[in-house]
Structure formats: C-alpha cells, structure tokens
C-alpha cells in the first residue's frame, strides 16, 4: 500500500493550506495508519469559501451562460475520466474500498454517473412561454424563467464520496450554481482532488471551492447558518439530517436531504432459481456501507428453512473472500473506522440479546490485519420489531424475516421509519410490480432490475429524506423558478 498526496483546501480558485497551517491524518481503514496529511479548515477559511462562492454567483456571468458553462464541466469530466486510476487508489486507501467495489460503484458509477449528468443538460427548461392572459382588462406577455437559486453547500458522506460527490456538485455546476464541498473527515482527498482537477479545468475562482475539517460539525453548522447560503444538499444520517433541517430554518433556506435506509428485498415463494436468488442476498458490498443496500431480506414462512439453508451455504462459502486488498474480484474490505467498527458490534451484540439468531459472522477479525474488519454477518429469525431491523447498522449485517403473504410483506416493509430502495423478486412480474409500487420508498428493483443509475432520480421518503439528485430532477433541485409578466395592451 502507498501514501495519498496531502489535501489541501480549495478556496477561490487558490490550492492552499488551512489558515493557521494545521492538518490532521487520513487514516487508511486496512491498516488503521494514517496515509497523509489533511487540511484542517478554520473557522475564517469556510467564512472565505462561503464569500468566494458568493461573489462567484452574484458578481460573474457563470449562472447564465449556459454553454460555456457546459464545455467547461465537460473539459472537467475529462479529467476526472484521465485520472480514473488516481481516484480508485484513493477510494481504496481512505474509504477502505476493495478493489471490486472500487472499480464498481465508487468510480465507474461515479464517472458514468457524471455523464448521465451532462447528457440530462440539454433537457433542462431554462425558459417556458407561457402566452397572454387578460387580465383587468388588458393583455400580458408571460415566460416561467428557470434559473439557478445560488450557493450551494454540499455536505457529503464517507461511504461512496466520489458517487456522492458528483451527484451533488455537478449537477448544481451545472445548474448555474456556485458549490461548496465539504467531504467527511474520513475521506477528504477525494474531495480535495475535485478542487485541484477544477483549478486544473480552469474554472472561474470561487465556483468551486472544497473545505476539509476533522470536526465533524463545525464547518457544517457555519454553511447551514450563514445566510450567504442558499441551499444545503446533505447526505448522511438522518439524525443530523433533522438538525440540518432544524437550524437552516432560520434562515428559510431550501434542504435537499439523502439520508438513511432500512431496505428491503422481497422473495416471494414463485421466483425461479429461488435458493440461488436468496444466497445473492447478502449485505456484504463494500461492507454493507450502502443507504439503499436492502439489509432487510424478507421470505415467504413457507420457504423459510430453505431460505436460511441457502444463506448458510452463501455466508459459508463467501467466509474467504473478503478482506483481501489486493484481490481484483473482491468487494467487501474494512469498514470505515475504528468508531464505525464499534457501532456495528454493538448492533451485533444486541441482535443476539434481542433473541435473533446468528447464522454466519458476528467477530471481528484482527487476522486480517490492523484495520477494521467485521465478518460478514446474517442474523435469522428476525422480528420486524427488534431494533436491528428497524435501525440502520451500516455495516455487513443481514436481517431475515419470515412473512407469511403479500400483504404481510408489503406491511413489514413499510413498517419503517425509512423508505429509500427496495427490491421484489418474483416468478409473476406482474404481481411484483404491485408489491413494488405499494412500497414507500424512492428506488424499487424488480426481478433485479437497476433502479439506481445516473440518469434517475434518486432520494427517499420518510426518514431517508426528501428531494431527489441524479438524472434531471436531480439538476432541477438547484433551480428555482421566475415569472416575468409584460404588459402588451
């Protein structure tokens, strides 16, 4: 394993240092040793990120010159593409990808993501005619301007970053916007190699600007609470999603939330090749640290026993294949830390106190090194009420729950403070359909169809938040709407 570069900040168009110079380390999550040096932003270094960016939007062209502004994102794209290696080592090294994952969705689904993006560009309505109307007796000349709505901040989360990175900051650049990136503390090179590609794309100073901090809240509480900021695109747990939303009401601004998810997979009794189909449910990519991973998986009473025989021989035979940083095919590694790894043992622990038994994993596993392993790990005889059903783990841990009919399924899986994804397997697409479209969530998969590419909408209901990013609807969240009426009799 190597070293990542130091990160540095993006302010203004300048690649540089925190204010007062201090930094604090990216720890690699395989080995639990750090792998460079980080930024670590002030409070007058997010003060000056904030005020670039909003210079960039009330004072320049950028939100209103459309073409331009797409060539330039392009010649962006282009580069992230050129540096696709880079950005693999990088979600390997601090985001604990294995190297299937990595190459999978944390870059490939991110890249392709971004030209989904760009291709959704030329179906964006900038301007609608909306014709005369009489009205007190004489006529008006109406059009429905769709412009940008300003600064955006873009809070984003370890697991995935690039994914989650260029679904927010691309899709608002390309709404005109002006964008702050604040990564995680975990994997802030991944944002920071944004800001130094921007600079590299020649993008105007302050329209893109990328600030790392260790604390996890402070640069976060000053982009939600300044009113300089126009709209908070965050991704993360639905608890500080609720406090984002709390304090960005004082000053009413617009809050685009992805948060968690409890997802469910459904496999109803019909399906063809149905043990085969229950043994690919394991929650095992990248170590279950996925929103919409269904980490729920639902089987009918009547195949019960078979289903956890088949989840036997699954976990069984996945036990060495994991964990393996230099295997090509792997896509589970460690989970991002030390505190993460903490958290998901104690949703172990309380699974097997909770009356849950466990049929594979439940340790960790230091033999595979320093870093922070947890076995793949599947409880049965679940009960939807137990709190390792109804809470998020985010980690490689399986819940299965027995259901008797479709209309218990259906009920179980809206039995549920979340409703982000989904899945529903079945002999009878028709019959699947009915269970999916009765589903509350935002992203439902058929018969394995691909619910979640760069060209949809994604987000969730209820506790996984509200608003929708990628595809169309993903660049429309950062417009906002103008009518401008003009008196022609």
């Known amino acids: 394993m190597t070293m990542l570069p130091d990160a540095k900040l993006y302010i203004d168009g300048v690649i540089r240092p925190a204010s007062d110079n201090k930094t604090y380390d990216n720890i690699n999550p395989w080995t639990a040793e750090p792998v460079g040096k980080v930024a670590d932003a002030t409070a007058d270094d997010v003060n000056a990120a904030i005020a670039a960016a909003r210079r960039a939007f009330d004072e320049t062209e950028w939100s209103r010159q459309h073409n331009s502004r797409l060539a330039l994102v392009k010649k962006y794209r282009d580069l992230l593409f050129a540096n696709r290696d880079t950005l693999t080592q990088i979600a390997r090294l601090e985001a604990g990808a294995a190297m299937g994952a990595a190459n999978r969705a944390h870059i490939d ?48 989360p370890w697991n995935v970053p690039l994914y989650v990175n260029i679904g927010k900051v691309i899709a608002a650049l390309l709404a005109g916007c002006t964008v702050i990136l604040k990564p995680a503390p975990d994997t802030p090179v991944m944002g920071t190699i944004m800001g130094e590609l921007a600079a590299e794309a020649g993008f105007p100073p302050g329209v893109l600007n990328v600030i ?26 639905t608890g500080v999603g609720k406090r984002i939303m709390e304090k960005g009401a004082e000053t009413l601004k617009r809050v685009f939330l992805e948060l968690g998810g409890k997802s469910v997979n459904i496999i109803l009794e019909d399906t063809p090749d149905f043990a085969m189909t229950v043994m690919t449910g394991m929650a095992v990519f990248h170590a279950g640290q996925g929103c919409a991973m269904p980490t729920r998986l639902l089987v009918p ?15 069984a035979g996945f036990s060495t294949k994991w964990g393996d940083f230099d295997d090509p095919t792997q896509i589970m590694g460690p989970v991002i830390s030390k505190r993460q790894q903490e958290r998901v043992m104690s949703y172990i622990e309380l699974g097997q106190k909770e009356g849950a038994r466990l049929i594979a994993g439940g340790k960790t596993r230091p033999d595979k090194g320093n870093g922070f392993f947890i076995e793949p790990t599947c409880f049965v005889d679940v009960t939807n009420d137990m709190r390792i059903a109804q809470e998020e783990i985010f980690g490689p841990v399986l819940v299965v729950i027995p259901f008797e009919d479709d209309e218990d399924a259906i009920r179980i899986a809206n039995d549920s403070v979340y409703g982000l994804g989904g899945a529903v397997y079945s002999g009878d697409v028709a019959r699947a359909t009915n269970i999916a479209r009765r589903i509350r969530a935002g992203a439902l998969s058929v018969n394995g169809g691909m619910s979640i590419t760069g060209d949809l909408p994604f987000g969730g209901v209820k506790g996984s938040g509200m608003g929708r990013e990628w595809g169309l609807e993903g660049i429309e969240e950062f417009l906002e709407s103008k009518v401008i009426a003009t008196r022609v009799a």
Do not use: Q
């Open 212 to 237: 790392t901090s260790s604390e996890p809240a402070m640069a976060g509480e000053m982009l939600v609470a300044d009113p300089r900021v126009d709209l908070i695109s965050f991704t993360g747990s």
């Open 301 to 315: 009473r009547s195949r019960y026993e078979e289903a956890c025989k088949a989840l036997e021989m699954s976990y």
């Open 109 to 156: 689904g991110a890249l392709n993501g971004m030209d989904d993006l760009i291709n959704c560009f030329a179906s964006v309505t900038w301007e609608e005619d909306r014709g005369l109307r009489n009205e007190y007796g004489f006529d008006s000349a109406r059009i429905v301007v769709h412009e940008a709505i300003g600064v955006v901040a873009a809070i984003t």
